[in-house]
């Protein structure tokens, strides 16, 4: 059974949903290792799909869809991403009260284990620091209470797209985001885990282990613990697939497309840019068999009938 992510690279349901739902009519889809350049093909059949992991800022476009999803037997779990943050860093991201209409949506229908909610990332800067988030997430935490039982975090990484990002930012805005010291990453992790106990709500920190203890657990995005507990006519065992350092997710399939994001949010480590990513989106056909059309032609297809999802 294969365990499809949708996606880590991109925001399937907010900008492809369309396409998406094309593609499980189709019953495959094709993506590319953005590291070798091969094409892979996996089936979205509902007897060899164990379980659709979404991953989204905006789930409002998937939800005219998922009176399908339920109706084929495909099993869903929802990694929701609410942040608050000044619309200065989210700048595609929908209004907060929509959001959270749209979570209390998810959850009426399918319940708070399968609506994981992602306050993430925690950026630090000069308009949002210590304070900002001890009164921030505890409007988000009350709003949230009742709708999931967990929260996931981290910090963001300063890839070279994300220093690109921050830094038009502070020239164009005269907003400054920096990397705090981990004592206090670990003091304001601590602060929101005790405001998010008082909701119901446990934190768990992403690719952060030094964060770990406490009221704090360790984060596993494509959790199989509770995949299995959810599904588990449809899920069994899944072998453990980091992706990077300290990651606790379990194998899957992903099939999104680097740079093809169009909320622009200035932490992404997922676009090149703005411009990239509006490049690709022009690319992208709701009815063809992979995210966007590339130029050149695929180095090779493969067939795909386990969970693995190849490192990139």
């Known amino acids: 059974m294969n365990i499809i992510s949708a ?24 993506w590319r290792n953005a590291r070798s350049g091969r094409d892979y093909t996996v089936s979205l059949r509902p007897e060899d799909v164990g379980a659709i992991v979404f991953r989204s800022k905006n789930c409002i476009p998937l939800l005219p869809h998922l009176d399908e999803l339920d ?80 929260c996931y975090f981290c ?26 010291p981990r004592a206090e990453q670990v003091e304001i992790a601590g602060m929101m885990a005790e405001i998010a106990a008082d909701h119901g709500i446990q934190m768990l920190s992403c690719c952060g282990d030094y964060l770990v203890g406490g009221r704090i657990g360790k984060a596993h995005c494509i959790d199989a613990e509770l995949l299995h507990r959810l599904f588990p006519d449809k899920v069994g065992f899944l072998a453990e697939h980091p992706i990077r350092e300290e990651c606790g997710c379990a194998e899957c399939v992903d099939i999104g497309a680097y740079d093809t994001c169009m909320h622009g949010c200035v932490y992404c480590y997922a676009n090149a840019g703005r411009e990239a990513a509006a490049r690709n989106h022009k690319r992208h056909d709701p009815n063809w068999d992979m995210l966007m059309r590339y130029d050149d032609a695929p180095v090779g297809e493969h067939s795909m009938s386990g969970t693995l999802e190849l490192p990139l």
């Not at 998810?106 to 399968?114: A, I, M, Q």
């Open 7 to 30: 996606s880590r690279r991109t925001d399937i349901p907010a900008f492809y949903s369309e396409w998406f739902m094309n593609r499980i009519r189709a019953g495959q889809v094709r």
């Open 71 to 150: 109706r084929l037997g495909y099993g869903t779990v929802f990694h929701f991403t609410i942040t608050g943050l000044p619309k200065v860093f989210e700048p595609g991201v929908p209004d907060l009260p929509s959001l959270l209409d749209c979570a209390r949506r998810l959850s009426k229908r399918y319940g708070p284990e399968r609506l994981l909610w992602r306050c993430d990332p925690l950026l630090i800067s000069d308009i949002t620091g210590q304070e900002y988030y001890r009164t921030r997430f505890r409007e988000l935490a009350s709003a949230m209470e009742g709708l999931t039982h967990r």
């Open 155 to 180: 910090y963001p990484i300063y890839h070279k797209s994300v220093l690109r990002n921050t830094g038009r930012l502070s020239r164009e805005n005269g907003v400054r985001c920096y990397e705090n």
